[in-house]
């Protein structure tokens, strides 16, 4: 079973410190949700840990079964097993998503290693059927024109496809109606096991009632500031943010 | 004062000199007419009087001119025993392979095919038994943009090339291809291939430049020409894959006659220097070119691209498109002109020049321009150079995709809208299998 352990973390970007101390521990067979305003640091955690070269890890540490991640580029670790399902995935037009993902598997590979192509398409195909994705979808450009929804299941599909040990959900609910967040959730759910861990991100309740995590965090100016399992959501639901920042301000005071 | 002058005109023809010339002549079948012998020592005159480009020169503007040299060369004169294998795998309609200018080897076409008319034979043969086709069409337009002394050159040292004939309504389904291969360290070749394509006949032509090692400093002028006859739809695909250390000329010219049109895709891989010259006349109305171009420009290459797009009729259309992937110290120029005469009313150019600059040392250079005489025209034309998307790169890199694979992975992506202007699908692919190869390098 693998884990992801975050010790500690101080990330920064631009010399602007966004994450001030942050340890959590995801193990395998776990969905973590990291609940919190905006522009507390939530993206900044998941892109610092997939290795986006804007974000300074300044101090801590990040290790994938025991192993730190932190002198890794960003392919190596996800090579690793680290997936970061983004919030505004990039469009990649002449880039098929057939071609795409194959070149990412083909990285996976040793040096002179081919990937076997008819392996790889019915492997394919039967995560698209899993997914309830159409096959002609294989031979559209990755992300080019696709409406939000359609960008969200283009994630999922690729991180059934690459099979990590820890995803990285960033705000994976945004932009979607309540149909796609449906399917992208039920994809979630059917790659739910012990052999992945999940760090959802999300500013609402919503995502939660489609994908019950097993503990839920709430992250304010860089830190978590409380724990709790799936009722904590709920309660945030009712109460608000400002619910957090007055507990808060009590406890300083 | 004399001993001066002389000097000159050494320089002038570099390892080309008469003696090399009227060797050449010599070595010719005795049985071409007259007249092509003729021409040949007209065109050994004019290149030798004529100068090299210079600095100044405006139709060589950003180009390397102390790097165009006419030294050190040898013009080959025993056959080649062997040539390289052939690295783009599709089913053809017929062959020639060429190995420094004389036909190497060839698969002839089918028999049904020769019986109805088609032609795919030498320029030596056909200079003999289709000689007025020959004499009608072969060098037939003047070059206009620039390269007038290396066109000389070829024109007067040029050995065997190909001749295509589609006649009348005939289609050729399987794509007809024409190798050319320069072997030796110092191997200069002069190929060249003709195509007449019949009133509406239908035919595609594959042509691969490349050398017998990656190595070999070697020099190259050649030159197409491409005729489509009233209604005659022809698609053609040069590739240039010359060794790493060539220099190249390569000076095309594409006449469109009414409601023909013609697809051409030039893609840029090998050679050290390479200047490629692209000229299309739109004869009659309906006339319609498509010029694509690709190339993956690396470090200590130049890829030096010269268009020309003229109109000289009404409702007459081109398009043309170029695009650039440049690596490492990389070079290229792009200057195209697409001139509308004044009767040429209701045109309608687009010309389109977008680099992708894989690295910051690269330079690209765009020179697009408009010569407008009509006033009820459609031009439109554009250059761009842009960067990989660092979030691009990074959401590559997030899948696993190592930046190299990455930046290739990106390249593909920006050539496949050129790729996808090609309707056959074995085509596109065997393009992207060669485009690879300069990636595995």
Known sequence: MSQLEIKNLHVSIADKEIVKGLSLTIKGGEVHAIMGPNGTGKSTLSKAIAGHPDYTITSGEVLLDGVSILEKEADERARAGIFLAFQYPSEIPGVSIANFLRAALQARLADGEEIDASGYYKRLYAKMDLLKIDRKFTSRAVNDGFSGGEKKRCEILQMAMLEPKVALMDETDSGLDIDALRIVADGVNTMRSPELGVLLITHYQRLLDYIVPDYVHVMYDGRIVKSGDKTLAHELEAKGYDWIKKELANAKA | MSASSLSVATNLVGSFTAEAFAAHLASL?????????????????????????????????????????????????????????????????????????????????????????????????????????????????????????????????????????????????????????????????????????????????????????????????????????????????????????????????????????????????????????????????????????????????????????????????????????????????????????????????????????????????????????????????????????????????????????????????????????????????????????????
Not at chain 2, 98 to 113: D, I, K, Q, V
Not at chain 2, 407 to 432: C, I, M, Q, Y
């Open chain 2, 29 to 441: 079948p005795p049985s071409l007419p007259a007249w092509w012998i003729a021409r040949k020592r007209a065109a050994y005159e004019k290149f030798a009087a004529l100068p090299l480009p210079a600095r100044t020169d405006e139709s060589w503007r950003f180009s390397s001119i102390s790097t165009l040299t006419l030294d050190g060369f040898t013009l080959p004169s025993a056959a080649a025993t062997q040539v390289p294998h052939a690295p783009i795998g599709i089913k053809k309609a017929a062959k020639l392979v060429f190995a420094n200018g004389r036909l190497f080897s060839h698969e002839p076409l089918s028999a049904e095919l020769a019986a109805r008319g088609v032609i795919v034979t030498t320029l030596q043969d056909a200079l003999v038994k289709h000689e007025a086709l020959v004499r009608e069409h072969l060098l037939a337009q003047p070059p206009k943009l620039g390269s007038a002394k290396f066109s000389a050159l070829h024109e007067a040292f040029l050995v065997d090339g190909a001749f295509i004939h589609i006649p009348r309504g005939i289609t050729v389904e399987q794509p007809i291809g024409v190798f050319s291969y320069a072997l030796g360290a110092t191997t200069a070749v002069f190929p060249h291939t003709l195509v007449v394509a019949g009133e509406n006949s239908r035919a595609t032509l594959v042509e691969y430049f490349g050398s017998g090692q990656d190595t070999e400093a070697q020099f190259a002028a050649g030159a197409n020409d491409l005729y489509a006859s009233h209604g005659a739809h022809l698609t053609y695909i040069g590739k240039q894959d010359w060794s790493h250390r060539a220099l190249s000329f390569q000076s095309n010219s594409t006449v469109v006659r009414r409601d023909a049109r013609v697809q051409s895709l030039n893609v840029h891989l090998g050679a050290r220097q390479a200047r490629h010259e692209s000229l299309s006349q739109l004869q009659a109305p309906g006339a319609f070119s498509e010029m694509l171009a690709l190339t993956v420009a690396e470090s200590g290459q130049e890829f030096d691209q010269r268009t020309l797009q003229i109109h000289q009729a009404p409702n007459t259309k081109s398009d043309l498109l170029y695009k650039n992937a440049l690596r490492g110290t990389a070079k290229t120029i792009f200057s195209g002109l697409i001139v509308v005469d004044p009767d040429a009313q209701k045109t309608d150019a687009y010309q389109s020049n977008r680099n992708l600059m894989l690295s910051d040392e690269a330079e690209a250079n765009s020179l697009p321009g408009l010569e407008i005489q009509a006033n009820d025209v459609r031009c439109t034309h554009g250059a761009t150079s842009s960067r990989i998307d660092p979030e691009q790169e990074f959401y590559l890199q997030a899948r696993g995709i190592a930046k190299a694979a990455a930046d290739e992975l990106l390249t593909f992506g920006f050539f496949e809208e050129v790729l996808n202007r090609l309707s056959a699908d074995d085509l596109h692919e065997a393009l992207r299998v060669l485009i690879q190869t300069k990636f595995k390098k």
